[in-house]
């Protein structure tokens, strides 16, 4: 069974700093491109950041660009997100995905995990 396990959400005070993990099992990732997303309450999910299989080429969302950074270590079959500098309006449900669709949709989600930023 493959899974997406989320980690290291939690509540910080705004300009403090988070780091998301994303643990898969079941199969390996380590060809296959990965994203973060998020979905803030009332609102319909989003994209956050994408990045290749290799490592080599990532893209964010503007509102993160330059406060978030997502990486990848495919011998741990893991990506992160590394939130820096964090504003209330970053607080959301973080989705890890993996293997984008042409659609635009991905193959596999984890369940998410929350992140409270105060003001």
């Known amino acids: 069974q493959v899974q997406l396990r989320e980690s290291g959400g939690g509540l910080v005070q705004a300009g403090g700093s988070l780091r998301l993990s994303c643990a898969a099992s079941?199969?390996?990732?380590?060809?296959?491109?990965m994203a973060w997303f998020r979905r803030a309450p009332g609102m319909e999910r989003e994209f956050v950041a994408t990045?290749?299989?290799?490592?080599?080429?990532?893209d964010y969302l503007d509102a993160v660009k330059g406060r978030f950074s997502i990486s990848r270590d495919n011998a741990k079959n893991t990506v992160y997100l590394q939130m820096n500098s964090l504003k209330p309006e970053d607080t959301a449900v973080y989705y890890c995905?993996?293997?984008?669709?042409?659609?635009?949709?991905?193959?596999?989600w984890g369940q998410g995990t929350q992140v409270t930023v105060s003001s």
């Open positions: 990045i290749n299989w290799s490592g080599g080429i990532t």
């Open positions: 079941g199969r390996t990732f380590s060809n296959a491109a």
């Open positions: 995905a993996a293997v984008p669709r042409l659609d635009g949709n991905y193959d596999y």
